[in-house]
């Protein structure tokens, strides 16, 4: 019988013939000759001899009959796969079939090995993934961290050069990090490349591809998409990433960012992404600066839209959220409500199959990376692929991401902004009282947080292709800050045991200008840092938080899937679910940046009744660590008020400034992030 | 003794560490520890143990106290070198000066060899070849072909990854050649695609590269800036490659290519080349469509320039050419006359070091190449490198070049239309008739030239850095055409002897409208196909010529210099110049393309008197067969007349059309190219 684990072999080196040598434990597929590709059959004796030399253990494929595979064949093995194309969708969805319907491991292996080299690596790579995570024989599988099998979408293709003159030159024992430059885009003439820390964050990257892989907007099988409130989710995710965004951008002197409201105007910024794409050979295309986007007329692609498409489909998402109310394909009103108007705008305007009315309201987030991403080449006649805003892996690299997602947010703040304020017997929380605040590093002063430069090293040899085995290392700089602890004094007045749910936020105190702002600004600036739920005593407690448990982020480790170290064991609920934890925030940016002199900020805390927020439901073994921006596997958000509640409504009159918003449950305290320019090595 | 030969194996692989194998018999340079850089210092017996196994010869290098290479490591190696840019002549300068001033060609193995790790491998290259070209002990080494040690100039970044793969999963005797796709840089919904087979022809980048690298415009040594008409020769080679252009727009169905005269208009035709360059581990920029040029602040280039420059040296070389006069740079008036007016434009224009006066007139023609080179970043605010037109070897590749061109082109030509037209009589060569002109391919119908694809391979293993070595080839097609033969009946009615110089021109008859067109505009896209001197005796005669002997052609074997067939023997005068003699037009290319329908062209045939034409000099072993476009090295251009002759000058009155234009001494013949849509296979 097959071993279910030899499958993850086949995600290993995937530019290879599937034939070359694969593991930490050297292993060949004896491949049956009737599968090898043209190019190899005719000299199969001689290629699958060399390969098997020195190697450790074989793995016999069965010469099966091998379904259709045609329509995944249609995307060239050179074409850059993306799953914003509806064609590329497509393509997925019947590679995903028939890997599902192999009806043994020893049969999904054959098929797999086949499909191998002849189906576009990057397509192979995604299906085989969805297959693994639904088939019920594969489901306790642990994917490899997607960055390691495609590392040049996460890093500087000049590191490649190295990595394989490392590889080939140097024996594995000797081999030294190769150094990826931090400053490798662009100059510090682009006042935006003050921001590259973020934009090229792997572990913000990595996280927004998981997220996308997790709520897909499209599947042959609904249930995977209708996920719980995964429409609000798609907005609060997005919103928090421009929070977050702008927060960096006052950490680097620097306004907030401008929507891209105005789709026929120049896009100011360009983006020079550096990288290369291993499979298609070619590099990532750039955008100058000042381009336009243009009507897109792109048959190969399936692919034809006019500029004037999205202007509809928004004009007639605002004429809903205006009237509050969409109407379905059947013409029916579906009232766009305090409770769940904003999962259904999220669907809308993403949009997903769960989009009331999509042949009306259209497809306006997802063809707004589209449009950018193919800006240079609109019509295909230079045969270019698409830039990186057309790929969930690397859209956050470019500024005009968050150009493009602070206007998407804005249509969202239109519908949230019709709400009725939350009143104050609404925000209270009767008998609770926060009386104190503190925030401190180990040893630190009170209430000042401290960020700093890291460096840390990948592996990255099963990402490469024919180079000589071995561990070859990357080492990147990322940001990461002294771990604190949020201690929170609360008191029970109400004379029985209570449970809160402890909800902080922080946000800059002051505007670009310099100016203390004003609540109903603030509270977009308002970065979730922590959810938790407390057991509070009569009288006075003390609470105690850790930064690293926060529910927002993954610990680093997770982030980059390190299959050597801290993680769960295959056979443990915790293993099982390893893929879905690949979500979340990366630990080393919880906090943003801040300023050398440091940046003032307001940090947030509010207890609410949990009794009223909580979602009765077993979350053991679920992985739930990183909840916040990324829900729960195959359950409910596991917080029953509205995603960034409190601040998702503009604040009642009289709270103009966020002093006049606490109720007694509530308190603010000042927190300084400061930022010290210093490099230190991260310790394995 | 160091053997001088083995100077060459350092042009091998350029990428790679100097201590790994090379050449044909397996090679190692033992190198001392001392000269290692410090990745490969203190594991210098590792690596040099592992590079050496199975290798058939080491060759010892000497440990010698190395000048200072501060000036020559100043470009990174990363960088992309280009002799555009002043900073990069300059460094480039130095590394000659090291190299020419080492005592022995031992020492300068040992110099080279401790440069070759720390300076560009392109300045490396360059550097190298112009010492080993110049240095009395070294200069009869032939130097390999740059499109070996640089195939990435030249050909597909796709191609490279299934290099790759051949090289490493194949062995050597089993490989394949990797095909070069024909259509990978654009669509035909590009109508400036349909000229692909010329823009990036092989051969006629490399006889570009190569003519650049004759003449270069600049040297600390003035001799060897200073060659016999070599103003003259920058203008008669590039108007030759714009009516070569021209003549293939209309086989394919397009109008003439507009000059690019309006410096502010957006460059209507976007480029993508889909090249990597191995050295910088960057793709070549692309320009999008309708990309403007804008002023160029790069410190790190040390490039400051506006567009108004540019206008303003050519608004007084247009000055100068209407009065008939240029000023020096003491003030001094020096004519524009008929004899040498043209050479003093062309290095004014150019410019060369030769400019009269260059801080007057500027830098038009190769500034013209760095605007548009950098215009994806002008200010180097993203950190981009120029595109290919800021290099010789890849700069035809882009439609804007051949626009670049005709404007400069168009400038020279208010020069020469101001030129006295040629008289009947200084046209006439008394006696001398023309009474008939056959061209014919072998039993092929007369006057009807035929065109075809044909696919090449070339081995480009030792361009390849870090894949198992051998042999690898890739395969790609290119235009070609059946071998044809002039026959032409002159008659003498001199009654003695005589030498006539022939003269063999072809031009379209008809207009992009289909209509004849005037001698004023066919002129201009007169292309020569031979010249060459014929002994003529009283009396009827019959000139054969063959197409292949041709005065602006070299074969394809020296296009290619494939070092394995067909060179010459080092130690002949052959062999001395065969790097002279990689300039020249590539045969393949010799005609135009046509129309599968015929395009109908003139053949004009004229005999001058040799006697008034000849220059009286020694040309055995010159390498003097490609001299119409390249001239012969350390010799007088073989033709006393103005290039181009008789139609560098507008016609005189009567003649508005070439029928008119004849004196007896010339004679036309209706010429059809036909284009056939086939690809034949090269036979080695």
Same mark, same amino acid.
């Given at each position: 019988?097959?071993?279910?684990?030899?499958? &993850?072999?086949?995600?290993?080196?995937?530019?290879?013939? %599937?034939?070359?040598?694969?593991?930490?434990?050297?292993?060949?597929?004896? #491949?049956?000759?009737?599968?090898?590709?043209?190019?190899?059959?005719?000299?199969?004796?001689?290629?699958?001899?060399?390969?098997?030399?020195?190697?450790?253990?074989?793995?016999?494929?069965?010469?099966?009959?091998?379904?259709?595979?045609?329509?995944?064949?249609?995307?060239?093995?050179?074409?850059?796969?993306?799953?914003? @194309? *509806?064609?590329?969708?497509?393509?997925?969805?019947?590679?995903?079939?028939? =890997?599902? !319907?192999?009806?043994?491991?020893?049969?999904?292996?054959? #098929?797999?090995?086949?499909?191998?080299?002849?189906?576009?690596?990057?397509?192979?790579?995604?299906?085989?993934?969805?297959?693994?995570?639904?088939?019920?024989? /594969?489901?306790?599988?642990?994917?490899?961290?997607?960055?390691?099998?495609?590392?040049?979408?996460?890093?500087?293709?000049?590191?490649?050069?190295?990595?394989?003159?490392?590889?080939?030159?140097?024996?594995?024992?000797?081999?030294? *990090?190769?150094?990826?430059?931090?400053?490798?885009?662009?100059?510090?003439?682009?006042?935006?490349?003050?921001?590259?820390?973020?934009?090229?964050?792997?572990?913000?990257? &990595?996280?927004?591809?998981?997220?996308?892989?997790?709520?897909?907007?499209?599947?042959?099988?609904?249930?995977? $998409?209708?996920?719980?409130?995964?429409?609000? +989710?798609?907005?609060?995710?997005?919103?928090?990433?421009?929070?977050?965004?702008?927060?960096?951008?006052?950490?680097?002197?620097?306004?907030?960012?401008? *929507?891209?409201?105005?789709?026929?105007?120049?896009? /100011?910024?360009?983006?020079?992404?550096?990288?290369?794409?291993?499979?298609?050979?070619?590099?990532?295309?750039?955008?100058?600066?000042?381009?336009?986007?243009?009507?897109?007329?792109?048959?190969?692609?399936? @692919?034809?839209?006019?500029?004037?498409? +999205?202007?509809?489909?928004?004009?007639?998402?605002?004429?809903?959220?205006?009237?509050?109310? $969409?109407?379905?394909?059947?013409?029916?009103?579906?009232?766009?409500?305090?409770?769940?108007?904003?999962?259904?705008?999220?669907?809308?305007?993403?949009?997903? @199959?769960?989009?009331?009315?999509?042949?009306?309201?259209?497809?306006?987030?997802? !063809?707004?990376?589209?449009?950018?991403?193919?800006?240079?080449?609109?019509?295909?006649?230079?045969?270019?692929? =698409?830039?990186?805003?057309?790929?969930?892996?690397?859209?956050?690299?470019?500024?005009?991401?968050?150009?493009?997602?602070?206007?998407?947010?804005?249509?969202?703040?239109?519908?949230?902004?019709?709400?009725?304020?939350?009143?104050?017997?609404?925000?209270?929380?009767?008998?609770?009282? @926060? /009386?104190?605040?503190?925030?401190?590093?180990?040893?630190?002063?009170?209430?000042?947080?401290?960020?700093?430069?890291?460096?840390?090293?990948? !592996?990255?040899?099963?990402? +490469?292709?024919?180079?000589?085995?071995?561990? %070859?290392?990357?080492?990147?700089?990322?940001?990461?800050?002294?771990?604190?602890?949020?201690?929170?004094?609360?008191?029970?007045?109400?004379?029985?045991?209570?449970?809160?749910?402890?909800?902080?936020?922080?946000?800059?105190?002051?505007?670009?200008?310099?100016?203390?702002?004003?609540?109903?600004?603030?509270?977009?600036?308002?970065?979730?840092?922590?959810?938790?739920?407390?057991?509070?005593?009569?009288?006075? !407690?003390?609470?105690?938080?850790?930064?690293?448990?926060?529910?927002?982020?993954?610990?680093?480790?997770?982030? =980059?899937?390190?299959?050597?170290?801290?993680?769960?064991?295959?056979?443990?609920?915790?293993?099982?679910?390893?893929?879905?934890?690949?979500?979340?925030?990366?630990?080393?940016? &919880?906090?943003?940046?801040?300023?050398?002199?440091?940046?003032?900020?307001?940090?947030?805390?509010?207890?609410?009744?949990?009794?009223?927020?909580?979602?009765?439901?077993?979350?053991?073994?679920?992985?739930?660590?990183?909840?916040?921006?990324?829900?729960?596997?195959?359950? &409910?958000?596991?917080?029953?008020?509205?995603?960034?509640?409190? =601040?998702?409504?503009?604040?009642?009159?009289?709270?103009?400034?966020?002093?006049?918003?606490?109720?007694?449950?509530?308190?603010? #305290?000042?927190?300084?992030?400061?930022?010290?320019?210093?490099?230190?090595?991260?310790?394995?």
């Amino acid at each position: 019988m097959a071993n279910k684990n030899n499958l &993850l072999l086949l995600f290993e080196h995937p530019n290879e013939p %599937v034939f070359l040598s694969k593991g930490k434990k050297p292993t060949v597929f004896d #491949v049956p000759d009737s599968f090898l590709t043209d190019r190899y059959r005719p000299i199969s004796n001689e290629v699958q001899t060399r390969a098997g030399e020195n190697v450790e253990q074989r793995i016999p494929v069965r010469e099966i009959s091998v379904p259709d595979l045609r329509i995944p064949m249609s995307l060239g093995r050179n074409e850059n796969f993306s799953l914003f @194309i *509806p064609r590329h969708r497509r393509i997925a969805g019947r590679l995903i079939d028939i =890997f599902m !319907n192999m009806r043994s491991v020893e049969d999904l292996q054959s #098929v797999a090995v086949y499909a191998r080299d002849r189906v576009n690596p990057v397509l192979f790579n995604y299906a085989l993934s969805v297959a693994l995570l639904h088939r019920p024989d /594969t489901q306790n599988l642990d994917l490899p961290a997607f960055s390691q099998m495609f590392p040049e979408r996460f890093v500087d293709s000049q590191v490649f050069r190295q990595l394989r003159e490392e590889s080939f030159v140097v024996s594995s024992g000797s081999r030294m *990090p190769i150094v990826i430059p931090r400053d490798y885009t662009a100059s510090d003439l682009d006042p935006e490349h003050r921001l590259w820390y973020f934009r090229e964050d792997m572990g913000i990257n &990595l996280h927004h591809w998981h997220w996308h892989l997790v709520y897909p907007f499209e599947a042959a099988d609904r249930s995977i $998409v209708a996920k719980d409130r995964r429409g609000e +989710l798609f907005y609060y995710m997005h919103e928090q990433i421009i929070a977050r965004y702008n927060m960096e951008r006052f950490s680097n002197n620097l306004a907030r960012v401008q *929507p891209f409201n105005n789709l026929r105007d120049p896009i /100011t910024e360009g983006y020079f992404p550096k990288m290369d794409s291993l499979v298609a050979s070619r590099a990532w295309p750039p955008r100058f600066d000042n381009t336009r986007l243009g009507d897109l007329n792109r048959e190969a692609d399936q @692919i034809n839209l006019e500029i004037g498409d +999205l202007e509809r489909w928004r004009d007639r998402i605002l004429e809903a959220i205006h009237q509050k109310f $969409v109407v379905n394909e059947t013409g029916q009103r579906i009232e766009l409500d305090e409770a769940t108007g904003i999962d259904t705008l999220g669907n809308m305007i993403e949009a997903s @199959i769960l989009s009331p009315n999509s042949s009306f309201y259209g497809d306006l987030h997802n !063809n707004g990376h589209i449009f950018i991403s193919y800006a240079h080449d609109i019509n295909s006649k230079h045969l270019e692929s =698409f830039g990186v805003m057309g790929d969930s892996s690397t859209a956050m690299r470019d500024p005009v991401f968050y150009r493009w997602h602070a206007y998407i947010d804005r249509i969202f703040q239109e519908h949230k902004s019709r709400l009725s304020a939350y009143t104050e017997p609404q925000l209270n929380y009767s008998g609770i009282s @926060i /009386t104190g605040i503190q925030v401190a590093t180990n040893g630190g002063q009170p209430n000042v947080l401290s960020t700093f430069w890291q460096q840390s090293d990948l !592996n990255l040899s099963r990402g +490469l292709d024919f180079v000589p085995r071995g561990n %070859v290392f990357a080492r990147f700089t990322h940001l990461q800050h002294l771990p604190f602890t949020y201690t929170i004094n609360v008191q029970n007045d109400s004379g029985a045991m209570r449970f809160g749910y402890v909800r902080i936020f922080i946000a800059p105190k002051n505007d670009e200008r310099g100016q203390p702002m004003q609540l109903r600004e603030q509270r977009l600036m308002m970065v979730e840092l922590d959810k938790f739920a407390a057991q509070l005593n009569p009288g006075p !407690n003390t609470l105690r938080r850790r930064s690293t448990e926060s529910s927002v982020t993954i610990p680093f480790e997770r982030t =980059f899937r390190n299959l050597d170290a801290n993680r769960p064991a295959d056979n443990t609920p915790e293993g099982l679910e390893f893929n879905f934890c690949g979500c979340g925030w990366p630990q080393n940016m &919880l906090i943003p940046k801040g300023l050398p002199e440091g940046l003032p900020c307001d940090l947030f805390i509010m207890v609410s009744n949990y009794e009223n927020d909580r979602i009765d439901q077993q979350l053991t073994g679920r992985c739930s660590d990183a909840a916040s921006y990324c829900g729960v596997k195959d359950r &409910l958000y596991p917080d029953r008020r509205s995603m960034g509640y409190p =601040f998702d409504r503009v604040p009642r009159t009289g709270a103009e400034r966020l002093a006049n918003f606490l109720t007694p449950n509530m308190s603010i #305290v000042d927190v300084t992030i400061r930022h010290e320019n210093r490099t230190v090595q991260r310790q394995n």
